[in-house]
């Protein structure tokens, strides 16, 4: 098998160039290298034999004719970390004091339409809760709608940030955006049942 050793400073790590899923071009190596290392990918040096070892993103690593026990010297800087990041920062907390109270309020909406559902209440006291449900579902929207715009309205690109995370804090928007979008969906939904359930009582109250 083709083992070297790859080390920067005190870290090091050992990499088998014929196992299975082990990088076969130089853009796989160096993301590999990052990955391992926590480097930044874009600050990636790397030393064998006494040279900086330079080519295409997808020349063949036998190109390079790596030897067994050859060690690879990488210079470079630390990713910087997720929550040294102000924007990704931001997002979690977004996530944490206001997505995470909104996913809730969702969870209570639909405990309340589970049951109504069930018709227990008195005729007049169930239309009186449907009215208010109603209310609060379209309330639930308009603050979806609002959290949206507060998302958008985040920067992604703070001072100085590298191009990976630009990318990192997009990804995390969308995440979250994501999960937005499908609570909304869900709420529209549940107030379709809302609906049908006044069309029932309505019927019912004409079939009398």
Known sequence: RMKIKV?????HFDLDLEAEGSPSTLIQLKNRICDELNIDNKMLRIIH??????????????????????KL???GKTRAPLMSDP???????????????????????????VELEKRFLPPKQHVEM???LEKKMKM????????????????????GATEEQVKRNREKRKELIN??????????????R????????IEGEKAK
Do not use: I
């Open 130 to 132: 449907m009215k208010r």
């Open 140 to 159: 639930f929207n308009e603050a979806g709608s609002r959290h949206m715009e507060s998302l958008d309205a985040m920067s992604m690109t703070p001072p």
């Open 49 to 70: 034999r006494g040279r900086t070892l330079s080519g295409e993103d997808e020349d063949s690593l036998e190109k390079f004719s790596f030897k067994e026990g050859d």
């Open 194 to 201: 809302l609906d049908e359930l006044e069309r029932m009582e």
């Open 87 to 113: 924007s990704f920062h931001a997002l979690c907390e977004f996530e944490k004091k206001t997505l995470v109270g909104w996913q809730n309020g969702y969870d209570e909406l639909e405990k309340d339409l």
């Open 179 to 192: 999960g937005m979008e499908s609570l909304l969906n869900q709420n529209d939904a549940s107030l379709r």
């Open 73 to 75: 010297l990488v210079m």
């Open 7 to 11: 080390a920067c400073g005190t870290n």
